[in-house]
C-alpha cells in the first residue's frame, strides 16, 4: 500500500478544522478512558490499523489495562469487565459507526439517559464521529503506522 498524500499539505483548512473537534473533546465532559475506549472500538470496526495502534498505546498511558484492551471487540460476553456506563458508550460508537445498518436506536438512546446528560450524549456522539472521521482519512490517504500526518 503506498501513501497517497499528506492531509497537512493538501487540505491544511481540513485538518485545523479536524484537530478542533479534538481541542473541543479535550475539554469535554466524557473521561479520557472513555474517549480512548471509542477511538479504539470504532478503529477496530473500521480496520484502521494506524488509530488502532495509536490509540492503544494513549489508552495505555492513561492506565488502561490490556485485559480491557484486549477484550474490547468482545464487550458484551466480556461480563463485568467494562462498566454499564462504559457499555452503553460501546453501544452508541457501534452503533454510530455502522450508521448504514440502524443508527443510534432508541433503545440505547433511553439507555444512555439512565447513565449520563443530554450534553454528555452529545459529546459522545461527536467523538465517535470525530474518530470515524479520522479512520476514513486515514484509511483514504493510506498513512501507515509510524507516520504523521503533521
Not at 444512555?112 to 456522539?125: C, G, H, P, R, V
Amino acid at each position: 500500500m503506498q501513501k497517497r498524500f499528506n492531509i497537512k499539505t493538501v487540505a491544511p483548512s481540513a485538518l485545523k478544522a479536524m484537530i478542533g473537534l479534538e481541542t473541543y473533546l479535550s475539554q469535554c465532559t466524557i473521561s479520557k478512558t472513555t474517549k480512548e475506549l471509542i477511538k479504539i472500538r470504532a478503529s477496530q470496526i473500521n480496520g484502521c490499523a494506524f488509530c488502532i495502534n495509536m490509540h492503544t498505546h494513549d489508552a495505555i498511558k492513561s492506565g488502561e489495562t490490556n485485559q480491557r484492551i484486549f477484550l474490547l471487540s468482545a464487550w458484551r460476553e466480556a461480563g463485568d469487565i467494562f462498566t454499564d456506563e462504559e457499555k452503553v458508550v460501546l453501544a452508541i460508537t457501534e452503533e454510530i459507526t455502522l450508521i448504514h445498518q440502524n443508527g443510534l436506536s432508541d433503545g440505547t438512546y433511553t439507555n444512555a439517559l439512565q447513565f449520563f446528560s443530554e450534553a454528555q450524549i452529545a459529546d459522545i456522539i461527536v467523538a465517535v464521529t470525530t474518530i470515524n472521521l479520522w479512520n476514513r482519512i486515514v484509511l483514504s490517504t493510506h498513512l501507515l503506522i509510524g507516520e504523521s500526518l503533521a
